[in-house]
T-cell receptor, first 111, second 111 residues
């Protein structure tokens, strides 16, 4: 079955810096890759996603890139703000199954 | 548009008892997924229901079961509770199984 690995497990940056979180997946049949943000005590929220026919997608300060050949995808956050502090999860999905999540990255943005 | 709702918010049970957790999807969504979020283990897929049928299950024992009702709401039943079942149980709903939106979760504590 699918396996998703996520790095780093913790990431500390200064406000205004960029943050990058990387994930790799094992099953080439996976074709949808969402990213979720989970603040303490709250539900995971879908912040951006990408499908396998697209290499990059941007939404304001966040972007996701996908390299199908290498089976890895990354989340990029620019101009980080304290409110970006949260746990971020990547996931991989293929039709007929369910989201398989990485173990999460705790992002801390200090002002 | 109302989001995914779950009840109860918290549930305290003793070992060996049964727990029932409930989920109402976003209006119009036909798929419901259940995930377990245990401390340090990320989100792990439990069960997927679509159009009233169980479509897939994760690597959990048969004492984890559930069903989906004609109105697409769902319940998760956990029999013969064990201490390690203590976790946050999240449900998510989707329309075409790609974008999944999470509920606030039910915190299950087994003593």
């Amino acid at each position: 079955g699918e396996n998703v690995e996520q790095h780093p497990s913790t990431l500390s940056v200064q406000e205004g810096d960029s943050a990058v979180i990387k994930c790799t997946y094992s099953d080439s049949a996976s074709n949808y890759f969402p990213w979720y943000k989970q603040e303490l005590g709250k539900r995971p929220q879908l912040i951006i996603d990408i499908r396998s026919n697209v290499g990059e997608k941007k939404d304001q300060r966040i972007a996701v890139t996908l390299n199908k050949t290498a089976k890895h995808f990354s989340l990029h956050i620019t101009e980080t703000q304290p409110e970006d502090s949260a746990v971020y999860f990547c996931a991989a999905y293929q039709a007929g199954t369910a989201l398989i999540f990485g173990k999460g990255t705790t992002l801390s943005v200090s002002s | 548009e109302a989001g995914v709702t779950q009840s109860p918010t918290h549930l305290i049970k003793t070992r060996g008892q049964q727990a029932t957790l409930r989920c109402s999807p976003i209006s119009g969504h036909t798929s419901v997924y259940w995930y377990q979020q245990a401390l340090g283990l990320g989100l792990q897929f439990l069960l997927w229901y679509d159009e009233g049928e169980e479509r897939n299950r994760g690597n959990f024992p048969p004492r984890f079961s559930g069903r989906q009702f004609p109105n697409y709401s769902s319940e998760l039943n956990v029999n013969a509770l064990e201490l390690e079942d203590s976790a946050l149980y999240l449900c998510a709903s989707s329309l075409y199984s790609y974008e999944q939106y999470f509920g606030p979760g039910t915190r299950l504590t087994v003593t």
